[in-house]
């Protein structure tokens, strides 16, 4: 089984564990993992890595994301999305568009944001959705995010309800719900999503993803995926082979451009990520060699 990235466009009302299982069954291997998870009701982008890709996953989890959502106005749930219990409603037809678009811009930029209480977010070793479906008191700490983009495409007016689609730029850790649930609040008529896709983490694009996970689903290769998120640090075939035993590069350290670079030999394979000890280069992580052979 070759070594790879595998990007899914993951439908809705299922998990991202479904599609890891999904994966694992066409591909013939139990090593599959992914970076970063999307909730059953969200459709879009997941990152499978597969086999000794699954190494390269810890330097994709952080990448800033972008998603194309649906908040209603007018109505909160338990759960700040549609697969929750509704509870309260409220007659949301006497905010304006430039309300909605002002309460929008309080939530640009860097904030504290408090996540969904039905999340996975671990409370003294337990998930938050665990908790809060046990009918438990959950108290999440807020958190600093970012979003940099916080976009309206259209707002729409059915029944006292708005319904306003929006496109978000932000990093990773950042709730979508709770944006959702936030702007219901500060507009004092609570709100919650109604649906959600995941358009882009980092420079992958759902675009290139692919709907079925078949046998011969293509994967990007683990060379490409790190020079394009860290950047590429060239080595020789001595150095690859140093780096591989474990040994440091002495005084190469000048030849760094970025912080932990994907450091690739002659022949294009990813040797590891590396990273500065003073002056000389030594391996943060190492592939197997016949993942990037």
């Known amino acids: ?29 139990r090593k599959i993992g992914h970076a970063g998870t999307l909730d059953p009701m969200a459709t879009g982008l997941l990152v499978l890595g597969v086999d000794g890709a699954t190494r390269l996953l810890t330097y994709l989890v952080g990448l800033d994301k972008t998603y194309e959502a649906t908040i209603r106005l007018g109505v909160a749930t338990d759960s ?45 070793g337990r998930r938050a959705y665990d908790l809060a479906r046990a009918g438990e008191h ?11 983009r916080f976009d309206v495409r259209e707002i729409r007016r059915t029944d006292g309800l708005l319904d306003v689609d929006v496109v978000v730029d932000c990093t990773s850790g950042t709730y979508i719900r709770a944006l959702a649930r936030d702007l ?37 290769a683990p060379a490409e995926v790190a020079a394009a998120v860290l950047g590429v640090f060239p080595v020789t075939a001595d150095e690859a082979r140093d780096l591989r035993h474990g040994k440091r590069l002495i005084g190469a350290a000048e030849r760094l451009t970025d912080p932990t670079p994907a450091a ?22 190492n592939m197997p060699e016949e993942a990037s052979s």
Request: aromatic share 0%; charged share 25%.
């Open 1 to 29: 089984m070759p070594s790879g990235i595998l990007l899914v466009d993951k439908p809705g009302a299922i998990t991202s564990h479904d599609v890891v299982a999904r994966a694992r069954r066409a591909l013939g291997t």
């Open 80 to 124: 700040d999305d549609a697969d929750g219990q509704q509870t309260a409603r409220t007659d949301a037809s006497g905010v304006d568009d430039d309300a909605v678009r002002a309460g929008i811009r309080d939530l640009t930029g860097e904030i504290d944001q408090v996540p969904s209480r039905v999340s996975a977010i671990k409370v003294a």
């Open 138 to 148: 959950v108290e999440l700490k807020a958190r600093r995010v970012t979003v940099s």
């Open 184 to 220: 219901g609040d500060t507009l004092g008529v609570g709100g919650h999503l109604t649906a959600l896709r995941r358009t882009r983490i980092g420079p992958f694009s759902v675009a290139d993803a692919v709907t079925e996970i078949t046998p011969d689903a293509a994967l990007h």
């Open 264 to 285: 690739i030999d002659p022949d294009g394979a990813l040797v590891g990520i590396v990273e500065r000890r003073g002056a000389d280069v030594k391996s943060a992580m």
